[in-house]
C-alpha cells in the first residue's frame, strides 16, 4: 500500500515531445521543423515595480513594467532554412547541388509564428501560439559522437493581431495555449 499519495486525474498526464510549427509572422505555421529533442521550455518573467508609501514603507500595489518570454527546443535535423529563422536573419540561395546559407551583416531580425503541438497519453492536444517572435540571434554547432542537435530560441514579441487578422486585447498580445478537454 502507497502512503502519501495525493489525488489526481491521469487524464491530465503529460509525457515527451511535440511538434513545433514555424513560419511567417501573421499567419498560422505549417512548416514542421522535423525531429527535436524531448524538452521544449516556455519561459514567461513579468519584472514587476512595486509602490510603497507611508511610514514604515507599506506596499500599496504593484505594476508590471516588462514582459518578456522565450520558447527553447533542440532540433536533431540538419536544416539551412531552421538555421536562418534561429539567428533572425540569413541569406539562403541555392545552385545545382548545394543549398547554401550566408551569413553577416543585417541589421535586423526576421520575425516568425511557433505553434507547438503536444498530444498527451488520453490522445488530447496541448497547443502553443506564439503569434509573433524573432530568432534570439544565437545559434552553437557541436559536432561529437552523440546525435548533432541544434538549439532554436525564440524570443516573444508584442502583436496587434492573431493569425487570423482579428485584434488583440490587452492581456492577450504573446501567446495562447489551449487544452484539448
Avoid: C
Avoid at 42 to 58: A, C, F, L, N
Amino acid at each position: 500500500m502507497s502512503f502519501n499519495v495525493p489525488g489526481y486525474d491521469t487524464s491530465r498526464l503529460s509525457i515527451g515531445p511535440g511538434i513545433l510549427y514555424i513560419g511567417p509572422e501573421g499567419s498560422e505555421p505549417t512548416i514542421d521543423v522535423g525531429a527535436v529533442r524531448s524538452g521544449m521550455t516556455i519561459v514567461t518573467t513579468r519584472e514587476k515595480v512595486d509602490i510603497y508609501q507611508g511610514i514604515p514603507r507599506s506596499l500599496i500595489e504593484t505594476y508590471t513594467v516588462q514582459e518578456t518570454g522565450t520558447i527553447s527546443i533542440n532540433g536533431l535535423e540538419w536544416n539551412i532554412d531552421r538555421l536562418a529563422e534561429a539567428l533572425g536573419a540569413g541569406s539562403i540561395s541555392s545552385d545545382a547541388s548545394n543549398k547554401i546559407f550566408e551569413f553577416g551583416g543585417e541589421i535586423t531580425f526576421s520575425k516568425v509564428a511557433l505553434k507547438f503541438v503536444h498530444t498527451k497519453p488520453n490522445n488530447k492536444t496541448l497547443t502553443f501560439k506564439l503569434w509573433r517572435g524573432r530568432g534570439s540571434g544565437e545559434f552553437t554547432f557541436t559536432f561529437g559522437d552523440d546525435p548533432h542537435e541544434f538549439p532554436y530560441v525564440f524570443d516573444m514579441l508584442l502583436a496587434a493581431t492573431d493569425w487570423d487578422s482579428n485584434p488583440l486585447a490587452i492581456g492577450k498580445q504573446l501567446y495562447k495555449i489551449e487544452e484539448q478537454i
